[in-house]
């Protein structure tokens, strides 16, 4: 089995894995937090810049933390998309240029496979599952039937469950990224005090909606700027940590499925573990350094494709960043036959 070297950089973390037959070598992430936060949230053309001038050290790091030589790596990966296109295109031009220079092959990977690759490795699962992703970039719950069956159920339609926690705490006067603050101050409040609409309640499909519950929450402190702020936060967030309980446990009704991994850094959240719990799934939590962006989920998911394509793999030099990209048209790999 080769060793496969990843690289994220949809975001604003530049992450680089070292991976060998599904066990992580190395997976170090240079986070931009503290970069973007006094904005408020992500500057793409800030995070472009950052990751041009940091990757070609944190791949020395992931190379040195693994043990590994350059010349020992088999295959480079690199994330070619959903994410912010000039970020994308630092990682894969980079990637691509590396695999070309040491002639081995280029895998481009879709990032949310990429996620699901890495929630499932950590967790210890096997298909069939379901996989609910939330972070501060996507929101989508997926059926796992098997490698190569991943069918992608629903979708946020607006912000990300993260993107809502991080706009609530900044109305809130909390700082970036929110989530974290947000839910500490929750853990003082009543969560019962601020009405608040539960988003896509009574929908026959399985997407998620948190634009429309973030304004509810700031027509709400406009109309009562006297409401305690932990009232708010708590309420704010059992509404979204039911929306996205109820979705999941309408899902696993309907596919027949009761084992969740749920990845993302809202997969931190403590009243969200309590729900899925309490929705009678059996969830599995990967640890942090996988759940959130980080190269080696882009490695794993690579030896995933690797192995499928079994030496058949595409000539993949040419491949563009997309900063839409639906995972279906990632074309997910097929075993051979
Ligand atoms: O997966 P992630 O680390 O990065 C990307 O989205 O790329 O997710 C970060 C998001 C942020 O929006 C953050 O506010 C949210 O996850 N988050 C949380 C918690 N910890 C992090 N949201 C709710 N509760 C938490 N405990
Ligand atoms: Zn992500």
């Known amino acids: 089995m080769a060793i496969v070297l990843g690289i994220d950089t949809s975001c604003d973390d530049t992450g680089v894995g070292v991976v060998e037959g599904g066990r992580v070598l190395a997976n170090e992430v240079e986070s931009q937090t503290a970069l973007h936060a006094r904005f408020g949230g992500v500057v793409p053309e800030q995070a472009s810049r950052e990751h041009l001038s940091v990757l070609d050290g944190v791949v020395e790091r992931a190379l040195r933390a693994a043990g590994v030589d350059l010349a020992e790596i088999g295959a480079v990966a690199a994330t070619r998309g959903p994410g912010l296109v000039g970020a994308l295109l630092v990682g894969l031009s980079y990637g691509k240029a590396l695999a070309w220079g040491l002639g081995i092959p280029f895998v481009p990977v879709h990032h949310l496979e990429a996620h699901i690759a890495a929630a499932v490795s950590g967790s210890g699962q096997t298909p069939p599952f379901l996989c609910l992703i939330a972070s501060g970039g996507h929101t989508s719950l997926f059926?796992?039937?098997?490698?190569?069956?991943?069918?992608?159920?629903?979708?946020?339609?607006?912000?990300?469950?993260?993107?809502?926690?991080?706009?609530?705490?900044?109305?809130?006067?909390?700082?970036?990224?929110?989530?974290?603050?947000?839910?500490?101050?929750?853990?003082?409040?009543?969560?019962?005090?601020?009405?608040?609409?539960?988003?896509?309640?009574?929908?026959?499909?399985?997407?998620?909606?948190?634009?429309?519950?973030?304004?509810?929450?700031?027509?709400?402190?406009?109309?009562?700027?006297?409401?305690?702020?932990?009232?708010?936060?708590?309420?704010?967030?059992?509404?979204?940590?039911?929306?996205?309980?109820?979705?999941?446990?309408?899902?696993?009704?309907?596919?027949?499925?009761?084992?969740?991994?749920?990845?993302?850094?809202?997969?931190?959240?403590?009243?969200?573990?309590?729900?899925?719990?309490?929705?009678?799934?059996?969830?599995?939590?990967?640890?942090?350094?996988?759940?959130?962006?980080?190269?080696?989920?882009?490695?794993?998911?690579?030896?995933?494709?690797?192995?499928?394509?079994?030496?058949?793999?595409?000539?993949?030099?040419?491949?563009?960043?997309?900063?839409?990209?639906?995972?279906?048209?990632?074309?997910?790999?097929?075993?051979?036959?």
Not at 193 to 204: E, I, K, S
């Open 143 to 337: 059926v796992v039937r098997d490698w190569d069956a991943i069918e992608q159920l629903g979708r946020s339609r607006d912000d990300a469950a993260g993107e809502a926690f991080d706009k609530v705490a900044r109305l809130l006067g909390l700082g970036y990224p929110g989530g974290p603050a947000l839910a500490a101050l929750a853990e003082r409040g009543d969560d019962r005090a601020v009405p608040l609409p539960v988003p896509m309640r009574g929908q026959q499909g399985f997407d998620f909606s948190f634009s429309g519950l973030k304004t509810a929450v700031a027509v709400t402190l406009e109309r009562e700027p006297d409401l305690r702020p932990e009232d708010v936060a708590a309420s704010f967030e059992r509404t979204v940590v039911e929306s996205l309980a109820d979705v999941t446990r309408r899902a696993a009704a309907h596919t027949g499925l009761t084992r969740v991994v749920v990845a993302g850094g809202v997969a931190a959240n403590r009243r969200l573990r309590t729900a899925i719990a309490a929705a009678g799934l059996e969830a599995a939590f990967p640890p942090p350094a996988l759940a959130t962006d980080n190269g080696a989920m882009v490695a794993l998911a690579a030896e995933r494709r690797l192995a499928a394509a079994a030496g058949r793999q595409a000539e993949a030099l040419g491949t563009d960043a997309v900063p839409y990209l639906p995972l279906a048209a990632a074309g997910t790999p097929k075993a051979p036959s």
